[in-house]
């Protein structure tokens, strides 16, 4: 007998989430496996002790702290250039905007090999390669389209008369737009500053070509790792990036329905 | 309580002109509002009515000409220095602030202490019936409510002009005839002059103290409400203001008298200095219709009956005139009629009702 057309769709999407997410939920029992091989463990006998190594270890921390700090940074750098692409290019003519817009969101496009190579060639000319000004630079790049697409969809939403009436009431632009403009995008700047974060800290091709024996980030350490040996320190790092990313990814959903739920008229 | 009430300033446009590109949106406007008037800007969408708006509140400039308030020239001076209350019609109030806070924003921007801010606030508050709502966000209120938030943010800081942009367009009727007394009753009490935008002729009688009826980009007339409608000096005026049955004739002088002819009528028409064609311009209470052909000869049309709608006091008949073109007859319902669609009878007026517009150059669609 036929199933029962109602059900067919939630078991698939059961099924379907089961095998997305399932690959990222088997790193966990081996992290925290107490033995020294890629061995999957009972949780009776979990032991964190691969997440002391991943937090003791010169070479796993500095990589750590390597790639916190580049994704930090990237991130902000990201931020600032796509909110101020977002907000300048409100104002130029059609033509030119979607011109600009395509440029500015080509990095998504792109095949990162390409990206990598063409920043390879012109970080090295400037002595940027294995420099952490060189992955901000490089890494912002990636996250600039995505602040700029969040930045932009927040602007869409805002009424320009919301503008025209602060001046009309007194304010300047300046005041204008820190306290009318900046307020009301604010949702979709975090929004963008998280997601160019997570893109940065889980970047592995451009951090292969750019990476030297001094400065490496947690996913190339990782990678380097997993061809050299089977420590599950690997897993830890692995289970540290997929906590990271998953919160990261929340509040910024969360911060973007914020602004859907809260600032659209009742009626 | 704090007293919100001013001297409306008067505005004075002359020769102004804006154009974006080749399309020219004001085409040399000359208007003078008085200080304390309630002037309405009405017009069909396009005819450049908001764009005047923005351009009195510093949204827009001029190509040419020049705008003075209180006669000092405001050309130069942005927006924000304008000192012009300004209501939307989406209202456009700041989501993210509260009542109070929306309504003290004018108030923060010009370095008020915290306590008059507040006095004023209240009074505001007290004139738009809003008292309680202090607290409220934006998206909590109705739409009635929330316009009511934007005129009192709008006059909180005495400005001496208030520019509306439709602001009753997004309100349902019975709602909008509640506002439009309510914001006519604001006017008289603050005393600001205020520059109306509206596409709707009703709200500009209800409202008006003059009215500039723009078409294209010019002003076509100004006027009371009153003159507008009886003595309108375009046909496009006279089409926008109401209804009307309009004979399509040629004036003649006659011995120092205007003679109108219309096929083999003539009509007497006074105090005219229109020569040439020119329509007879008859409002539907002005005529009236009878089975039987009146005794005078003149100002007598054989017309044919189309449709009849009994509107309870009034009952509207439309006719179709000896040309093929229409015209409307409204008379009281009281009145007993036999007159059914396809009957033919007589419409007749008054001479003194008689007015005639020159024939227009141009044929402007409306809405």
């Known amino acids: 007998m036929m199933p029962h057309r109602r059900h067919v769709l939630p078991v698939f999407a059961v099924l379907l989430a089961v095998t997305i997410v399932l690959p990222i939920l088997a790193v966990i029992p081996v992290s925290f496996t107490p033995t020294s091989s890629f061995a999957i463990s009972s949780p009776e006998s979990w032991s964190p002790r691969w997440y002391r190594e991943l ?213 | 309580m704090q007293d919100l009430a001013q001297r ?130 934006p998206s909590q209120l109705s739409g009635g409510q929330q316009q009511r938030v934007a005129v009192a943010r709008a006059i909180v800081f005495r400005p001496q002009i208030l520019l509306m942009d439709e602001p009753l367009g997004a309100l349902d009727k019975r709602l909008r005839d509640e506002m439009q007394s309510e914001l006519r009753q604001l006017h008289e009490e603050v005393g600001s002059t205020v520059v109306f935008v509206t596409h709707d002729q009703e709200e500009a009688m209800v409202m008006s103290d003059r009215i500039a009826v723009m078409n294209g980009g010019r002003v076509e007339q100004v006027g009371t409400p009153h003159e507008l409608y009886s003595r309108p000096r375009t046909t496009f005026v006279a089409t926008f203001l109401g209804e009307s049955t309009m004979l399509r004739g040629t004036v003649h002088a006659v011995g120092g008298q205007s003679i109108f002819h219309y096929r083999d009528t003539r009509v007497p028409v006074d105090g005219h200095d229109v020569t040439g064609s020119g329509t007879l311009l008859l409002r539907p209470e002005q005529i009236e219709l009878s089975e039987d052909k009146p005794l005078r000869s003149t100002n007598v049309l054989e017309v044919r009956i189309e449709n009849v709608e009994s509107l309870g006091p009034t009952r509207r008949t439309k006719v179709t005139l000896p040309d093929g073109a229409s015209g409307i007859v409204r008379e009281p319902g009281s009145k007993t009629s036999r007159l059914r669609p396809g009957d033919t009878a007589w419409m007749s007026w008054q001479v003194g009702a008689s007015w005639v517009v020159p024939e227009a150059q141009e044929e402007c669609p409306h809405e």
């Open chain 1, 55 to 267: 937090l003791t270890n010169p070479v796993w921390l500095d990589s750590l702290v390597s790639s916190l700090r580049i994704a930090l940074l990237a991130a902000l750098v990201a931020t600032v250039a796509g909110t101020m692409a977002a907000l300048g290019l409100r104002r130029v003519r059609r033509t030119h905007r979607v011109v600009a817009r395509a440029l500015v969101t080509l990095p998504l496009l792109i095949p990162l090999v390409v990206l990598a190579v063409g920043l390879y060639a012109m970080l090295i000319r400037t002595q940027l390669v294995g420099t952490t000004a060189g992955f901000v630079l490089a890494h912002a790049l990636l996250g600039l389209p995505l602040a700029f697409i969040t930045v932009s969809a927040s602007l869409d939403a805002l009424d320009d008369n919301l503008e025209q009436a602060s001046r009309g009431l007194g304010a300047g632009p300046v005041t204008t737009m820190r306290l009318i403009v900046l307020p009301l995008v604010a949702p979709g700047v975090i929004a963008g500053a998280l997601f160019a974060f997570v893109v940065s800290f889980n970047e592995v091709v451009i951090a292969g070509f750019l990476g030297s024996p001094y400065l490496r980030t947690l996913p190339i350490e990782m990678y380097s790792s997993m061809t050299r040996s089977t420590d599950p320190t690997v897993a830890a790092a692995a289970t540290f990036v997929a906590a990271l990313t998953v919160i990261t990814a929340a509040f910024a959903l969360a911060a973007m329905s914020w602004r859907r739920r809260h600032l659209t008229r009742k009626d």
């Open chain 2, 8 to 137: 409306g300033a008067s505005i004075d446009l002359d020769g102004v002109h804006l154009s974006y590109g080749d399309t020219a949106v004001l085409r040399d406007i000359d208007l003078r509002i008085k200080g304390g008037e309630f002037m309405t800007l009405l017009g069909p969408s396009g005819s450049g009515k908001s764009t005047l708006l923005n351009l009195m509140g510093g949204f827009a400039r001029a190509n040419a000409g020049e705008v003075r308030v209180n006669g000092a020239q405001i050309d130069h001076l942005p927006p924000n220095r304008r000192d012009m209350g300004m209501v939307y019609q989406n209202y456009a109030l700041f989501p993210h602030m509260t009542i109070a806070d929306n309504i003290a924003y004018p108030l923060k921007r010009r370095k008020m202490s915290k306590s008059d801010r507040a006095a004023l606030v209240r009074a505001a508050l007290a004139m738009v019936d809003l008292h309680g709502f202090a607290d409220r966000r």
